[in-house]
C-alpha cells in the first residue's frame, strides 16, 4: 500500500536556523508529493508540492525536490522565523487512486 | 469567501448523544472528505464522495454516517457519540483526478469533545 513516513519527534530550534524535515514513501506507481502546514488552532494548509521524479517544489521559502531515488521528499527552509511554528505533514496520493495519505507529521518549534 | 467552511467550529457534547457536522465547499469540486485528527495530531481519511456517490469508505464505527446531497456538501451525523470519537474531524475537497495532482483543499476543522 501506499504510506509516509517523516522523522520521529518534534523538533526545535532557534530563529534563523537551517530546517529539514525528513519524509519518505512507499507507493505503487508514481506519486504525487505534498507538504501540507497547520498552525495552531487551523486547519491544513498546501505549503507546496511536486508531481515527478526531479521536482521541486518550493513556497515561503520552504523547498522539497522529489527523489525517485530515495524515496524521499525532505522540506528544507534555510532560515526559520517563530512564525513558522507548526505542524507540517507530509503526504501523497497515488495514481489510481485519488486517497491523500498523510505522515505522522512533525511539531516544529522555533525559539526567539 | 471561505473555500471549504465547516460548522460549527468547536462541539462539546454528553456520551450518547446524536450530533452532526456540515461543510460545504464553493469551489466547484466534485469531490469532497472527511478525515479524523486525534490527539497525537495523526490524520486518517474516514469517508470520500464523488458527485454525491460514496467512493471511500474506510473501518469507520457505522454510527458514522455520511451524507452528501449535493456535490457542494458533505455532511457527518454520529449516532451515540462515545468519549474515543473526541478528535478535529476535517473536511475536504478536490477536483477528480486533478486532486491527484494538485492536492486537497481543508476546511478550518471541527473539535469535538464528548464528555
Known amino acids: 500500500g501506499n504510506s509516509v513516513t517523516q522523522m520521529e519527534g518534534p523538533v526545535t530550534l532557534s530563529e534563523e536556523a537551517f530546517l529539514t524535515i525528513n519524509c519518505t514513501y512507499t507507493?505503487?506507481?508514481?506519486?504525487?508529493l505534498f507538504w501540507y502546514v497547520q498552525y495552531p488552532g487551523e486547519g491544513l494548509q498546501l505549503l507546496l508540492k511536486?508531481?515527478?521524479?526531479?521536482d521541486k517544489g518550493s513556497n515561503k521559502g520552504f523547498e522539497a525536490t522529489y527523489r525517485k531515488e530515495t524515496t524521499s521528499f525532505h522540506l528544507e527552509k534555510g532560515s526559520v522565523q517563530v512564525s513558522d511554528s507548526a505542524v507540517y505533514f507530509c503526504?501523497?496520493?497515488?495514481?489510481?487512486?485519488?486517497?491523500?495519505?498523510f505522515g505522522k507529521g512533525n511539531q516544529v518549534v522555533v525559539i526567539p | 469567501d471561505t473555500a471549504v467552511s465547516q460548522t460549527p467550529k468547536y462541539l462539546v457534547t454528553q456520551m450518547g448523544n446524536d450530533k452532526s457536522i456540515k461543510c460545504e465547499q464553493n469551489?466547484?469540486?466534485?469531490?469532497m472528505y472527511w478525515y479524523k485528527q486525534d490527539s497525537k495530531k495523526f490524520l486518517k481519511i474516514m469517508f470520500s464522495?464523488?458527485?454525491?456517490?460514496?467512493?471511500i469508505n474506510e473501518t469507520v464505527p457505522n454510527r458514522f454516517s455520511p451524507k452528501s446531497p449535493d456535490k457542494a456538501h458533505l455532511n457527518l451525523h454520529i449516532n451515540s457519540l462515545e468519549l474515543g470519537d473526541s478528535a478535529v474531524y476535517f473536511c475536504?475537497?478536490?477536483?477528480?483526478?486533478?486532486?491527484?495532482?494538485?492536492?486537497?483543499?481543508f476546511g478550518s476543522g471541527t473539535r469535538l469533545t464528548v464528555v
Open positions: 475536504a475537497s478536490s477536483q477528480g483526478d486533478l486532486g491527484r495532482a494538485s492536492g486537497y483543499t
Open positions: 507507493a505503487t506507481g508514481y506519486p504525487s
Open positions: 511536486a508531481t515527478k521524479a526531479d
Open positions: 503526504a501523497l496520493t497515488a495514481y489510481g487512486n485519488n486517497r491523500l495519505a
Open positions: 469551489l466547484g469540486h466534485d469531490t
Open positions: 464522495y464523488n458527485n454525491k456517490e460514496l467512493i
